[in-house]
Each structure stands twice: as C-alpha cells, then as structure tokens.
C-alpha cells in the first residue's frame, strides 16, 4: 500500500512579501476601490433622487417615468459589472497561478 506524501504548507510571509504578490495586490485594489466607488454611489442615487426630488418623478416613455428606468439601469449595471469583474478575475487567477509556479 503507498502512502501519500502530505502537501508541503505554503510559506505565506515570503509569498506575502514578493514583488509579484504585491503587484497582484495592487492592481485589485486598483481595479476594486473605483468600481465598488461607482457602484455604491450609482445604487444609491435612486432611493436619494426620488427621496429629497421630484427630478426622477417626469415620464420618460409614455406613463413610465425616469425613476422606473433608472431602477431598471441597476439591474444592467449589476450585470456588467458583474461580467467585467468575471473577465479581470482571470487576469487576476493567471496571476496567483504564476505566484504559485515560482514560490
């Protein structure tokens, strides 16, 4: 009967202090912070504008009005952000594997 070797533990502190970790790091966050940014203020402006404004209250399209299309422009920025962050996410995972590869 063969017994398996157990897996050799990873040495977080030296992956944590390379340069390719940190640049890793770096561009999330560069990529992360404005869209989390954009998305918290675009989600937010609705409750806002139709709390403290009559701005959204106007038809835009017949008897549907301005707040109504734009509550539905959530839904689509949701989506797209969504696939935009799929995309970058496997830059991001071709990156950790390189990580891995070298460390």
Do not use: H
């Not at 992956?15 to 940014?37: G, N």
């Not at 989600?43 to 707040?67: E, H, I, K, M, R």
């Amino acid at each position: 009967m063969q017994q398996t070797q157990p897996a050799k533990e990873p040495n977080y502190a030296r992956i944590a202090e390379s340069p390719k970790f940190k640049t890793l790091m770096a561009r999330k966050k560069s990529f992360l912070l404005p869209m989390s940014l954009f998305f918290f203020a675009y989600y937010f402006t609705l409750p806002l504008l139709t709390s403290y404004s009559t701005a959204l209250n106007q038809p835009a399209l017949g008897p549907v009005s301005w707040a109504w299309l734009f509550a539905f422009s959530q839904f689509i920025m949701t989506w797209a952000l969504c696939i935009l962050y799929s995309r970058k996410a496997r830059y991001y995972d071709a990156l950790v594997e390189e990580i891995k590869r070298e460390l």
